[in-house]
């Protein structure tokens, strides 16, 4: 256990900081550190290197190299720079690289040194030339602040929503500042600077001067400073060789160390890992690291190369020409369990477990140990949460074991953190693969979120590890596996030597029916490089057709789009095409498109029929579908005709139709409608009043209504209005007139050709029983009893069904029978029925 | 209860009180309803800040029965106005909201409402709701009329099948019949095959899909190829239904036309039910104890929400309207004597529980004098010449006696619509199969029992639905014995399977019912779902009913939506 902690350095009295190497690197650098400009993504991120930067005192002659590195050294990338000099590199946090440019123009690469975008900081930058510039993180997305020659800064929160921010000016500065940061509170970030003794803190509207709680007196100028990784805390390095260390608020001073070096150093960052209440900064110089804190002694270290440090959720990486270590404080459990004679409870279970595998009594000592004071559970938890703060597979394993033989012990313990720590570990450990060469930690890596850690592998191309990692997950194939295919048929569209069908066959083969996969995103990602022809082959695969339908249109292949928006059964996609298709084609081609999709041609009647009347005929004029011209016709003449010739020669269109439809029935009509209207037009010309659009026998009954009695009669002629109806009309507007003298003439004229029952009827309709009567007795035998039982005359009713010896009248009547009155009738009719049982 | 049966398995609280009309069934509809809420408010709440919502007319109906005022007022609403042209009414609200069908002339009159929008006014931004679907056609209406860049959210609220009762769901697209079987357009089928996704989603894969008819098969198959677009998402709730019969109106065109006997059908026949509500002449609902005050009249037409929260009403909607009045009379009997019982009550703690029940027998009195009134007015409908002229020429061309019957030239247009609908057909010889499904499906009982039912038939009173028998068939003994007839039938039956895995898959409990799912496209009559919900409730009847139907319909208002008159 001693050697075990031989790399612990004990900063006070409460915490070690441990450093241990990551890598060895494998790159072949030629340059020193320090002619490069370096930017390192957090995270276990890529490294990039821009050899041979703008020094005033080289030639500009040599074009620079821009490299890009695994964090283990492996070389991702390799180009030479061709645009202008470089200020600044960093990276976001989608691991895609920003060079700011002298002059304010922000170039993006992907790790493969693919260039992926551009964008301008804004004219005043370009202007002024940019003398610094620094690539900040927040919750937003990652941003650029630039400070210009005119020693003004501008910024941009999220470069992945470009809003340009220039910030205040500080008045009288004549210098640029001695150092300056960029700080991130209540969502918006702001910018630190010092210039001489004097501190500056700008938001987007005002500049104020501040002052450092607590700061020892004497200081007339600030070197470095350092902002911690979550923006909670902030350290100044002072000319005086003084640190001072507090919270960004600027409100609370948390302690200060004086290291006596006036020198400024090359790098100060923080380093401490969450819940800690420990807080320490790493500062480095030339040749020499030092951690402080909060205790008069400092760690330090010698460096024995140029160094560079990367600041870390939980730590401090340090990578050089030949190492890539990390700092970190030992996490507590660890300290619990590792320290010198430590008696926490994992301490004890590991001690317990080792004993047990020598085959000693002594196991059975320790363990019973821990479960008198009660505390194997958290003995086991302990070891289980150091493990995961291993980075030496060794070390994790034996914790486990020591976690897993507590287990052995525990009724009711469940095995999830256990399970899931092996499982995270397992993942760990294949990242950090130098092969790989992400050496996160477990906290950075819980921070990141797999779904992260996914993406990042991807982004690497290292496609059967993130789907090996998936698998071995159990991840939801949409969040897992599908998705890690998708990109990789997206990178694999991008091979141009291999021939379109070996590459639709090759993504068709490994992803197939694979839920949640997007072939329309491959697709277009084809199309984006210039392969339609892929493309389309793609979308053969892309079941959803409100992805396949506009990537087709935008692809020009409009038609292939119809009959795919057909097939969907979405009529708003069908529409689409439609519209789309009419403006590309000339109206042949778009007509002839439409006669072989019956679908879509109904729709684009339906389209026409509310928009575009004129188009609609056009559309049965050339299928010859006169039934619906005739219809059309119809609409038209009374849509839009005002004069009675138009409407009517617009009807005679119609007929024509119709007769060309064969259909008589609806020809005839229309020409009766024609002749209907001259007539009515002359009717109203003659006799004044409303004629026009009557139905014929509303004419004919308004006719009568008027007492036009010849009219009406000559109009039924001509029409061949039916004699039975001509009586129904006449009958019921000579009725409704109350005109019972001209009815009466009427019903003699000559014999009813509808009998004499519905005069009866609507008499009584009129309540006039008296005219009623006069009828009730010229109606015929079998509709007599109907008739008497209608004006009341229940006993000649009886009379005439006995008479007609007819049982259904015979209980008609009865059932009129009511009351008193009818009471004799009522036994007249029994008495006529028993005797007809008789008989 | 009548003579109505009742399910044999208890504890399902069928007539428990509460507005909870949608839970009572086999199938918790409010996990639906709930649904849609929570997808409503999700956007109203993207819409920060006080707003007023623009309404579609059409839309206000139906969104009545799945959000009150007091839902969008919780989410700052403060105005609303009807969608018309022109400029807006002031409002001095943050955001304006047109909810509205994706329809052209509606992004026509958004489009001038947006563009008259006074400048010097405060700034308001401006969204859009379509209802069920987000279109690109309307949206590129939006963009060539210059205002789509004006709309911060346009989004899509899937509103595609509305609970209206605790087994019955409808789309309330009125057109949706005439777009199908004669206009050859299908938006209405793709809308029915996303609610029915939608209800997938909720209630579980339904594994037995059967169906009869070109726009069922059509259905089915955007089902299917909308299942393939979603495989990412593998459903993993247990499956509520065990079949979905699709069921083309065109199958069965005779229905509708049939006079609805049932009360809850006559209701409709004769006032016309909207979205569950029924306005009604206000003379019968004149207030009797308001003494002096009482001359005069209401004028206002009394306005009605129907369905089974109201417990009489659950009771007697799907009897025939012959079974109503002693119903009726009973529960008259029933509610007086229970009001009596305070004579009775003597000590404290019966005066208390007299009272606890109070509220309870006060609804069921109001409810009862309500549908008293309601059963005198159709009485007087049903009692009158005219009624049993019509009822009489119905039922005889049931049987296929000829009527003579003459139309004006306005109809012209609609004759047309009709025979292409396949509702009338020139006199051209032809086999008339009719007698043939008649007496095969035995579509017309002579003897129906009205009170005490044992058949279908009493819905009609001697009528059998066609659409009801063959879901019946279906459910018992299976298609396969009435093959002819659905040949003779217009359109293709199928059966399709949905499969399951292997963790979903159902086991019945022994004398458990199967639920069948039935989707009329093309709508449904009040007198069918009866029939139905008798069928669900049969003691051996082996299957229970959800309905589904793209509308609510009647005789009349089928042929109205119809009708084309060009004058």
Sequence with gaps: ?839 | MGGWKHPARGGRGRWAKMAAHLSYGRVNLNVLREAVRRELREFLDKCAGSKAIVWDEYLTGPFGLIAQYSLLKEHEVEKMFTLKGSRLPAADVKNIIFFVRPRLELMDIIAENVLSEDRRGPARDFHILFVPRRSLLCEQRLKDLGVLGSFIHREEYSLDLIPFDGDLLSMESEGAFKECYLESDQTSLYHAAKGLMTLQALYGTIPQIFGKGECARQVANMMIRMKREFTGSQNSVFPVFDNLLLLDRNVDLLTPLATQLTYEGLIDEIYGIQNSYVKLPPEKFAPKKQGDGGKDLPIEAKKLQLNSAEELYAEIRDKNFNAVGSVLSKKAKVISAAFEERHNAKTVGEIKQFVSQLPHMQAARGSLANHTSIAELIKDVTTSEDFFDKLTVEQEFMSGIDTDKTYGYEHILTLHNLEKAGLLRPQTGGRNNYPTIRKTLRLWMDDVNEQNPTDISYVYSGYAPLSVRLAQLLSRPGWRSIEEVLRILPGPHFEERQPLPTGLQKKRQPGENRVTLIFFLGGVTFAEIAALRFLSQLEDGGTEYVIATTKLMNGDSWIESLMERPF
């Design chain 1, 1 to 839: 256990m001693d050697c075990y902690t031989a790399n612990w350095n004990p900063l006070g009295d409460s915490a070690f900081y441990r450093k241990y190497e990551l890598y060895s690197m494998d790159w072949d650098l030629k340059e020193e550190l320090r002619d490069c400009l370096v930017a390192a993504a957090p995270y276990g991120g890529p490294i990039a290197l821009l050899r041979n930067p703008w020094r005033k005192e080289k030639a500009a002659s040599v074009r620079p190299v821009l490299d890009i590195y695994s964090a283990s050294g492996m070389p991702l990338a390799n180009l030479l720079w061709k645009s202008g000099p470089v200020v600044s590199l960093g990276w976001s946090a989608e691991e895609e690289l920003l060079c700011v440019q002298e002059d304010g123009v922000v170039l993006v690469y992907g790790l493969h040194g693919d260039f992926r975008r551009h964008f301008s900081m804004g004219n005043e930058v370009l202007q002024n030339r940019v003398l610094d510039a620094r690539i900040f993180h927040t919750e937003f997305g990652s941003g650029v602040a630039i400070l210009t020659g005119a020693h003004r800064f501008t910024l941009s929160a999220n470069v992945g929503d470009l809003k340009l921010r220039r910030m205040p000016e500080v008045p009288g500065l004549q210098t640029a500042p001695s150092c300056w940061t960029t700080l991130f509170q209540e969502r918006v970030a702001h910018i630190l600077l010092a210039v001489g003794p004097d501190l500056y803190l700008l938001d987007h509207a005002t500049c104020s001067s501040v002052t450092l709680p607590g700061l020892a007196p004497g200081v007339s100028s600030f070197l470095q400073m350092a902002v911690s990784f979550t923006y909670r805390h902030l350290a100044l390095f002072t000319d005086t060789g003084y640190i001072w260390m507090g919270t960004t608020s600027l409100k609370e001073k948390l302690c200060e160390f004086n290291c006596n070096i006036r020198a400024p150093p090359k790098q100060m960052v923080w380093c401490s890992r969450p819940r800690s209440k420990e807080r320490a900064v790493v500062v480095a110089w030339e040749r020499r690291l030092m951690v402080v804190g909060d205790a008069p002694e400092s760690i330090q270290f010698v460096l024995d190369e140029d160094s560079y440090l990367v600041p870390e959720l939980d730590g401090v990486r340090i990578f050089s020409r030949s190492t890539h270590e990390f700092l970190h404080e030992v996490p507590a459990a660890s300290e619990e369990i590792f320290k010198i004679a430590s008696m926490a409870p994992g301490a004890l279970l590991l001690e317990a477990q080792k004993e047990y595998e020598k085959e000693s009594q002594k196991a059975d000592e320790y363990l019973r140990e821990i479960q008198e004071l009660g505390q194997l559970t958290q003995a086991v938890q302990q070891c289980i949460e150091a493990a995961g703060h291993e980075h030496r597979p060794d070390m994790q394993k034996s914790l486990l074991r020591a976690a897993s033989f507590g287990k052995c012990f525990l009724d009711r313990f469940s095995s999830e953190s256990f399970v899931r720590m092996c499982q995270d570990l397992r993942v760990l450990n294949a990242i950090r693969d130098y092969h790989i060469g992400i050496p996160l930690t477990y906290s950075q890596y819980k921070q990141l979120t797999i779904q992260v850690l996914l993406d990042r592998l991807v982004l690497r191309r290292l496609y059967p590890l993130a789907i090996q990692i998936c698998e071995y997950l159990r991840l939801p194939e949409v969040q897992g596996v599908s998705r890690i295919l998708a990109h990789w048929a997206c990178y694999k569209v991008q091979q141009k030597d291999v021939s379109d069908e070996d590459v639709a066959r090759a993504i068709n083969q490994k992803l197939g029916d694979t839920p949640g996969v997007s072939y329309s995103d491959i697709a277009a990602r084809a199309y984006g490089c210039g392969r339609t022809e892929l493309a389309i082959k793609l979308l053969e695969y892309e079941p959803r057709s409100g992805e396949q339908v506009p990537l087709l249109l935008k692809m020009k292949r409009s038609k292939l789009a119809l009959s795919k928006a057909i097939e969907s059964g979405d009529t708003d996609l069908v529409f689409t095409v439609l519209l789309h298709l009419k403006n590309e084609l000339n109206r042949g081609d778009f007509f002839m498109t439409l006669r072989n999709q019956p679908m879509a041609l109904s729709l684009y009647r339906q389209f026409c029929k509310h928009q575009e009347l004129e188009t609609l005929k056009d559309l049965y004029n050339q299928d010859d579908n006169h039934q619906e011209l005739g219809s059309f016709h119809i609409r038209a003449s009374y849509a839009s005709e005002e004069r009675i010739e138009g409407r009517v020669a617009a009807l005679q269109t119609a007929a024509d139709a119709f007769y060309k439809a064969k259909n008589e029935f609806a020809a005839k009509a229309t020409e009766d409608q024609m002749r209907l209207l001259r007539l009515q037009r002359r009717l109203e010309d003659e006799l004044g009043g409303q004629f026009l659009d009557l139905s014929l026998h509303d004419t004919v009954t308004t006719l009568i209504l008027g007492g036009h009695n010849k009219r009406a009669e000559q109009l039924a002629r001509d029409f061949r209005i039916p004699d039975k109806r001509l009586w129904w009309l006449k009958l019921t507007a000579l009725a409704d007139l109350g005109d019972w003298e001209e009815l009466e003439k009427f019903s003699k004229s000559k014999k009813s050709p509808i009998g004499y029952l519905p005069f009866v009827e609507i008499c009584m309709k009129q309540h006039n029983k008296y005219e009623a009567k006069k009828y009730a007795s010229r109606v015929g035998p079998e509709q007599k009893v109907k008739a008497l039982l209608l004006v009341g005359d229940v006993a000649q009713a009886a009379d005439v069904a006995i008479e007609h010896r007819n049982e259904a009248e015979l209980s008609l009547v009865l059932s009129n029978c009511t009351g008193a009155t009818d009471g004799a009738t009522a036994d007249k009719i029994q008495r006529a029925r028993a005797q007809a049982q008789k008989k």
